[in-house]
């Protein structure tokens, strides 16, 4: 068992930062209001938004730099898409599902520049670096060690403020996959922690 104090603490780490159900029912008012053009929308809808955004692609393994650049084509393919937003429907499952295909293309674009320069045999002029979060936030650190699909839902739950419904939609998922993917993560949060938890003592018993 873990102890008592760990579980809150595991808790509230993951609901940092959480877009709230208030806010949520205010998004999708902007949203429509976007589509009409309300010149004051965008900035209500960016200004909330793009905080969890960045939070989800950093969660999903991108650094700072390549986050600001999925963010940024985030924003632009909302845009470019604003009109299939159907008014009435919630706004986050549509704006997750874009993200998540922004992240997917940004992958996938990342990897064959990779493949590119290796079979050109072309050596970058500075060595790859790794990036250190140590100093970063308290929910990368914990969900790091989670698999991609487990992070990926984890981080719209919980930062994203999504519900398991509007997380199955985004991901075009279903609800009990969802739930499954949760529970396995949380279990293996746990894990991890009693394992730190246990590493800790053995060091100051020494």
């Given amino acids: 068992m873990l102890p008592p104090r760990i579980i809150p603490q595991m808790v509230s780490a993951l609901q940092e930062n959480g877009v709230s159900e208030e806010s949520s029912n205010s998004l999708d008012c902007w949203m429509a209001r976007y589509q009409q053009a309300d010149p004051k929308a965008p900035a209500a809808l960016v200004g909330t938004l793009s905080p969890p955004l960045l939070r989800f692609f950093i969660g999903q393994g991108a650094s700072r730099e390549q986050a600001d650049d999925l963010l940024q084509e985030t924003w632009l393919r909302i845009h470019r898409v604003r009109h299939t937003y159907r008014p009435g429907m919630p706004v986050l499952p549509w704006i997750y599902a874009i993200a998540r295909r922004v992240r ?18 072309v050596l970058p002029e500075r060595t790859a670096q790794v990036e250190v979060r140590n100093s970063g936030p ?37 609800v009990g996959a969802v739930k499954q993917k949760v529970h396995r993560a949380y279990d293996r949060l746990r894990r991890l922690l009693q394992l730190q938890t246990e590493e800790r003592a053995k060091g100051a018993a020494q």
């Fill in 104 to 121: 997917v293309d940004g992958y996938r674009r990342t990897r064959r520049i990779a493949q590119h320069e290796t079979a050109m045999d």
């Fill in 138 to 174: 308290a929910f990368e650190t914990l969900v790091a060690a989670l698999p991609a699909a487990q992070r990926e839902v984890l981080t719209m739950l919980k930062v994203g403020g999504l519900t398991l419904e509007e997380v199955a939609c985004a991901t075009s998922s279903t």
